[in-house]
C-alpha cells in the first residue's frame, strides 16, 4: 500500500496590484513551487488573478484565491480600477489609500483557508505597500514576512527617506544630504528626489500612508530582499536587519521573469516585423529603449530623446507611451509627440522601431543583437536586463529609481546615467547622442560595461542554481527563511 504523501504547507502571497509589484511576486511563486511540502496561494482581485492565471502554464500547482475590492467609487476612481494600469498619476494616491480597505476581507480569507485546510498557512509573504497584513498575520498567529520586490540599496533609501523627511524643505544652498538613520549610504542628491520624496502638504496623504505601510513592514517577522550580494543587496540587508532591530532579512533574488517562462507567439505581425529587423542587425548595436509599463515623461524630454537617438545615428527599438498631459488611452503613438519629420526620417534610414506602449521585453534582452538598455532603472527591468548581460543607459524617474542607478553606476559599474527626472529642460539631445554613442561603440568593443554586466549575469545564475552538491546564496537563504517559517508553524 502506498504511502500518503505529507500534507503540503501553504505559502500565501500578497502583491501590491501593480504589474510592476506582482510580476516579481509570480517570479517568486515560481521559484516556491518548485518546492517539496510547499504549496502557494497568491491573493488579489478578481482582474488580476485573471491576468496572473493566464500566464502560467496548464500544469502549474500555483493557486489562486480572490478578495473583493469594491470601493473604487468611494475614493473618486475610475470604475472597474483594480490596479494601476492605465491609471493616471491623480488616481494613484487615492488607489493606493483604497487599498487599505481589503484589510477584513484579507483576514476572512485566511480564516476560510485556515478552517478547509485544517491548519493555519506556514507564512504569509506580503507586499511593502501592503503593510497591513503584519497587523492581520499577528493577529491570526501567522508567521509573515514583507517581500521587497524593488532593489535592496534602492529600497532602503527610500525607506529612510519616506521615515524621516516629512516636513523636509530644500535649502537652496545645499544640494546633497546624509541620512541619520543609513550612515552607510553615500550622500542623497536633491535631484535624486522625485516628486513623490519631496514632502508637501497637499501630499500628506500620501506620506501618511508610506510611512504607516513601512512601519508596519519593519514589525514583521523578516524580510525578503530581491537581490544579492554586490548588487546592493549587502548594505540594503544591513539597514532593514538594524530597524528590524535583529530580524532576519534575505537575499533571494533574482525573482523575475527569465527565459523558461518566455512565451515565443510571434503571431502578431508587429511583433514578428520587430523580430525580423532585430534578425538584420549586427550582433551587439541596437539600443533598446523602454521607461516601463507605468512612466512617462515630458513632451519636451520626448523631443529631445528622438532626436538624441538619431543623431546617435545608432539603431534602436523604442517603446513608446504617451507624453505627460496626453491620455494613456490614447489607441496609437500620434506623430505630433515628436519633431517635426522625425518619424518618416527614421523609417526612410531604417535605423529604428517605434513600438507603442508592449513589446516582449525579455525575448529582445534575449536577442544577440541587443546592445543596450536605456531604461528608468525600475528594479524589474534592471533584473531582466542584468541576467541577460545587457548593461543599461539610465534615466530614472522616480520613487527608488534615482538610487538603484546610482548603485548599479558607482557599485556596479553596469550602468552610465544619462538623463534624471520628469524635469523640463533638463536633458538636452545633443548630450544623449553623445553617451550613446560612446557607450554603444565602447560596448561592442568590449568594454567594461559590457564585462561587468556579463560578470553579474553569471552571479545571478549561481545565486539560485541548484544541483548536485550545490546551492546558490538564494537557494539557500529561502531554506533558511522557509525553515524559519516552519519552526514557528510547529510551535502553533
Known amino acids: 500500500m502506498a504511502m500518503a504523501e505529507p500534507e503540503k504547507k501553504n505559502i500565501v502571497m500578497f502583491p501590491f496590484m501593480a504589474y510592476g509589484h506582482l510580476n516579481p511576486f509570480m517570479a517568486l511563486a515560481r521559484q516556491l513551487e518548485r518546492r517539496k511540502g510547499y504549496k502557494t496561494t497568491i491573493v488579489n482581485t478578481p482582474l488580476n488573478i485573471k491576468k496572473l492565471r493566464s500566464s502560467l502554464p496548464p500544469n502549474s500547482n500555483i493557486s489562486f484565491a480572490e478578495i473583493p475590492f469594491n470601493v473604487g467609487a468611494d475614493y473618486g476612481l475610475p470604475a472597474g480600477t483594480e490596479n494601476t494600469d492605465n491609471l493616471s498619476y491623480e488616481f494613484m494616491i487615492p488607489f493606493l489609500i483604497a487599498s487599505e480597505n481589503l484589510k477584513t476581507p484579507f483576514k476572512n480569507l485566511l480564516v476560510d483557508i485556515t478552517r478547509i485546510d485544517g491548519h493555519a498557512p ?159 542587425q549586427a550582433t551587439g548595436s541596437v539600443l533598446y529603449v523602454c521607461f516601463g509599463s507605468q512612466n512617462a515623461i515630458l513632451p519636451s524630454q520626448v523631443r529631445e530623446l528622438a532626436l538624441g537617438l538619431e543623431a546617435s545615428e545608432k539603431p534602436f527599438i523604442w517603446v513608446v507611451r504617451p507624453p505627460i498631459g496626453f491620455s494613456t488611452a490614447t489607441e496609437d503613438l500620434q506623430a505630433d509627440w515628436f519633431p517635426e519629420g522625425f518619424i518618416e526620417r527614421i523609417r526612410r534610414k531604417n535605423q529604428g522601431l517605434l513600438v507603442y506602449k508592449w513589446v516582449p521585453q525579455l525575448e529582445i534582452l534575449s536577442h544577440k543583437s541587443t546592445g543596450a538598455f536605456l531604461s528608468h532603472c525600475g528594479w524589474n527591468s534592471v533584473l531582466e536586463s542584468l541576467c541577460h548581460g545587457v548593461p543599461i543607459i539610465g534615466w530614472p524617474l522616480a520613487g527608488e529609481q534615482m538610487f538603484n542607478s546610482k548603485m548599479l553606476e558607482d557599485e556596479a559599474g553596469v550602468c552610465m546615467e544619462v538623463a534624471r527626472g520628469i524635469v523640463e529642460g533638463n536633458v538636452k539631445c545633443k548630450h544623449i547622442a ?30 539560485i542554481k541548484e544541483s548536485e552538491g550545490f546551492k546558490g546564496s538564494s537557494i539557500r537563504a529561502m531554506d533558511e527563511f522557509l525553515n524559519t517559517a516552519s519552526n514557528k508553524y510547529s510551535t502553533m
Not at 134 to 142: D, F, P, Y
Not at 165 to 181: A, H, Q, T
Not at 446 to 463: H, P
Open 122 to 280: 506556514v507564512c504569509v509573504i506580503s507586499d511593502m505597500f501592503l503593510g497591513w497584513t503584519v497587523e492581520v498575520s499577528k493577529e491570526l498567529g501567522i508567521f509573515h514576512s514583507v517581500f521587497v520586490a524593488g532593489a535592496g540599496y534602492g529600497m532602503a533609501v527610500y525607506f529612510s527617506v519616506s521615515l524621516n523627511m516629512r516636513g523636509y524643505c530644500k535649502n537652496p544652498e545645499e544640494d546633497e544630504f546624509s541620512l541619520l538613520d543609513f550612515p552607510e549610504a553615500s550622500k542623497i542628491q536633491l535631484s535624486q528626489l522625485g516628486n513623490d520624496l519631496i514632502y508637501t502638504e497637499a501630499a500628506e496623504s500620501w506620506w501618511s500612508f508610506k510611512e504607516k505601510q513601512f512601519l508596519f513592514c519593519l514589525s514583521s517577522d523578516a524580510i525578503l530582499l530581491n537581490t544579492i550580494d554586490g548588487l546592493g543587496g549587502a548594505i540594503g540587508a544591513k539597514y532593514f536587519s538594524r530597524k528590524m532591530e535583529g530580524k532576519p532579512v534575505w537575499m533571494i533574488g533574482p525573482a523575475c521573469n527569465n527565459s523558461d517562462t518566455i512565451k515565443k507567439d510571434h503571431k502578431n505581425m508587429q511583433i514578428e516585423s520587430i523580430f525580423a529587423w532585430l534578425d538584420l
Open 434 to 463: 553623445e553617451v550613446i554613442k560612446m557607450r554603444m561603440e565602447e560596448m561592442n568593443k568590449g568594454g567594461k560595461m559590457r564585462k561587468k554586466a556579463c560578470d553579474m549575469k553569471v552571479k545571478l545564475e549561481e545565486a
